[in-house]
Every structure is written in C-alpha cells, then in structure tokens.
C-alpha cells in the first residue's frame, strides 16, 4: 500500500498542504489577533464585529469557487492553503489570551526602544506558548483532515492529498488505482487482494499523524483552550 504511487504522492501533498497552512494561519491570526487586542487601535469594534458577522453569514461555496477562479487559484496549492487562513473561531481566542499579557511588561518594552513588531514578536508570542500551540493543533487537525475542497479546487491528480486518495480508494472502490493496473489485468491476483485490508491501511496511515502530534502538544492544550474563557 505505501509503495503506490499515488498514496506516496499523497502523503507528501498533505504534509505539504497542513505544515504550510498550520504556519501560515498561526501567523497571521497572532499578529491580527494582537492588533486586535490593543485598546488603542483605531476601528477595533467595527473590525470585530465584522468578525463575527463572518462566523455567522458564511459567502458560500459557489462566490468562493468564482473568487477562486478569478484569482487563477482553481488547480493550485494555494486555493486550499489560503482557505481560513485566519479562522474567526480560533482568532478570537487569541485575542482574549493577548488581553491577559500584562500591560507593565509592553510598557518596559516601549521604554526599551522596541517597536510594535518587536514587542509582538520577542514579548506576545514567546508568552502565548499554549495558546499557539492549541491554535496549531486546530489548524493542523482541519487541513490534515480536509477532503472536500481539494477534491472540488484540485483537478490535477498528482496535486491531491492523503485523504482525497483515500476517498477514491476506500468510498468509490477503485480497484485500478488501489492495486495498480497489472494486478487489475490479472484477475488471478486482483482477486486475492484483500480490498478490506487495504481500505483499513488507508484509514490508519491518515490517523497515525494526528495520534503522533497530539501528545507533542497536550500540555498546552487544557491551558491554552481554557484561556480565552477566563479573564484576570
């Protein structure tokens, strides 16, 4: 099983896809999330609100497609790499774990000589280990798990991910791509392939990423979903 092309081939897309997407959408939320969290910026409550209107009023997914197509993404990493890149939910989680970082420590910081990036960078970021962490695992979870859009954006076969391989294998059946085509000429040896076997193969080698990187992080986990509950 994974010696077929195919399946090594979507391995390697999902690797590719979760990493760039997980380090992609960490970024971005934390520093949009920071911006967010400072009193003083300017439309701070019109922005959020706009966030929310987000989680609530979803575009859909034919506006998305055309936007898609538009930007000349149909066919490309990026139209499911950039999907949610700053997710609503996990941003405003953030947001609440940045109001807890003592304004005394910014203020040093300021008196040091350092700039908004640098507080960000050297001083937010290093103390929002947990939050970070459970927000990565959130990202990594979604994308590694992400069948549907690839399967609708990625029409190029040698671009799909583990779990649209999967799909083709275990729910449509396909025997040709499963076994490959000489097995599938010879009915002898096709029919002594243990399509069952094979499908739970499939299933376990797309499970055993998630059980390998969850125990890296559970520490943070508790910690960092609890924090943007509590305040003070």
Same mark, same amino acid.
């Given at each position: ?8 081939? #979507? ?12 380090? $992609?959408?960490?970024?971005f939320? %934390? $520093?949009?999330?920071? %911006?967010?969290?400072?009193? #003083?910026?300017?439309?701070r ?8 209107? &987000? ?5 859909? =997914? ?6 898609n ?15 949610k890149?700053? !997710?609503a ?23 040091? #000589?350092? !700039? %908004?990036? +640098?507080?960000? @960078? ?21 994308? @590694?798990?992400?069948? *549907?859009?690839? =399967?609708?954006y990625?029409?190029? +076969?040698?671009?799909?991910? $583990?779990?649209?391989?999967?799909? +083709? *294998? ?15 000429? !010879?009915?002898?040896?096709a ?13 376990? $080698? &797309? ?7 969850y ?9 960092? &979903? ?7």
């Amino acid at each position: 099983m994974i010696t077929n092309p195919a399946v090594q081939r #979507g391995i390697a897309n999902s690797i590719f896809i979760t990493l760039t997407s997980t380090v $992609l959408g960490v970024f971005f939320t %934390a $520093l949009m999330a920071w %911006a967010l969290s400072r009193p #003083g910026l300017p439309g701070r409550r019109t922005i959020l609100v706009l966030v929310l209107v &987000t989680i609530v009023f979803d575009p859909g =997914m034919i506006p998305d497609y055309f936007l898609n197509k538009r930007l000349g993404l149909i066919d490309s990493y990026w139209s499911v790499i950039l999907f949610k890149v700053v !997710n609503a939910w996990y941003l405003i989680i953030l947001i609440r774990f940045f109001e807890e970082v003592p304004s005394e420590v910014l203020e040093a910081a300021e008196l040091d #000589g350092a !700039n %908004a990036f +640098q507080i960000f @960078w050297h001083i937010a970021l290093p103390v929002s280990k947990s939050a970070l962490a459970t927000i990565a695992l959130f990202y990594f979870v979604f994308h @590694w798990n992400d069948f *549907f859009r690839p =399967m609708i954006y990625l029409n190029d +076969q040698s671009k799909w991910p $583990l779990q649209v391989v999967l799909r +083709q *294998f275990v729910v449509e059946g396909d025997k040709i791509a499963m076994v490959g085509l000489e097995n599938s000429v !010879n009915y002898t040896g096709a029919s002594q392939i243990n399509i069952r076997a094979l499908s739970a193969g499939m299933i376990l $080698l &797309t499970i055993v990423p998630i059980l390998a990187v969850y125990p890296l992080i559970l520490k943070f986990f508790t910690k960092g &979903t609890m924090s943007g509950a509590l305040k003070g």
